[in-house]
């Protein structure tokens, strides 16, 4: 089935350490993302790649980093920098159409980090 | 005006009710639109695309009002299957033609 990926599904942080959540997609999108949800609240943009070996910051990318090496592929390290990273972090993926009209995301079904 | 905003609601409504959510937008260039429905605890389904006036899938009616800058969602006839936070997306303003800008959403909530 053509989807997004992204593991684990629960994922615990301690103090000072580095942990890297997985996004892999199979739908040959050149655009992936990174969002966070806080509960209650909506998605906020961490990082977001056009395609691969280049990506740009959104709008809360500080204590995060990502990487884009293959084009099915977008990891995301929250960094002991993080100071809040208890969230919901959603991966997403979309088409970019020549023709300049904005395509739908697809989401992969998430990550729940907790700091322990 | 914020670039995307949205009644955070939440509604309550009766089994089989008609029930709209409006969402605006500040984009004036904006070409495409979404509705996403989220459940509790999952990720965002895209449920509408919108890229002209309308568009209608079943009990879904999505409707677009570019001179006043809005979209609207229609559900008629309410299932108990239908309570979700409903997302309203447009494309970012900052001028790529691939990032988007979520709504917080409205929660529905349909009760028998």
């Known amino acids: 089935d053509g989807g997004i990926t992204q593991s684990p599904k629960y994922l615990f942080r301690k103090e000072g350490q580095n942990v890297t959540l997985s996004c892999e997609q199979n739908?040959?999108?050149?655009?992936m993302y990174w969002y966070r949800q806080d509960p209650g609240q909506g998605l906020r943009l961490i990082y977001y790649?056009?395609?691969?070996?280049?990506?740009q910051k959104g709008d809360i990318a500080e204590g995060y980093s990502v990487s884009r090496e293959k084009k099915e592929s977008f990891p995301l390290t929250v960094t002991s920098a993080q100071k809040n990273p208890t969230a919901f972090y959603l991966c997403?993926?979309?088409?970019?159409?020549?023709?300049?009209?904005?395509?739908?995301?697809?989401f992969g079904d998430g990550t729940r980090l907790s700091i322990l | 005006r914020k670039e995307v905003e949205q009644d955070p609601g939440p509604f309550n409504v009766p089994e089989g009710a008609t029930v709209a959510f409006n969402c605006t937008y500040s984009?004036?260039?904006?070409?495409?639109f979404f509705w996403y429905r989220q459940d509790c605890r999952k990720e965002p389904k895209l449920l509408m695309s919108?890229?002209?006036s309308g568009n209608e899938d079943g009990r879904f009616t999505a409707q677009l009002n570019r001179a006043s800058q809005y979209i609207s969602l229609l559900i008629r006839d309410s299932k108990l299957s239908d309570s979700a936070t409903y997302l309203c997306?447009?494309?970012?303003?900052?001028?790529?033609?691939?990032?988007?800008?979520f709504g917080k959403g409205t929660l529905l909530t349909v009760n028998p």
């Open positions: 997403a993926s979309s088409n970019i159409m020549l023709t300049g009209v904005n395509q739908p995301q697809h």
């Open positions: 739908l040959n999108h050149d655009a």
């Open positions: 790649s056009q395609i691969v070996n280049d990506f």
């Open positions: 984009n004036s260039a904006s070409q495409s």
């Open positions: 919108v890229y002209s």
């Open positions: 997306v447009v494309p970012n303003s900052g001028g790529s033609n691939y990032k988007l800008t």
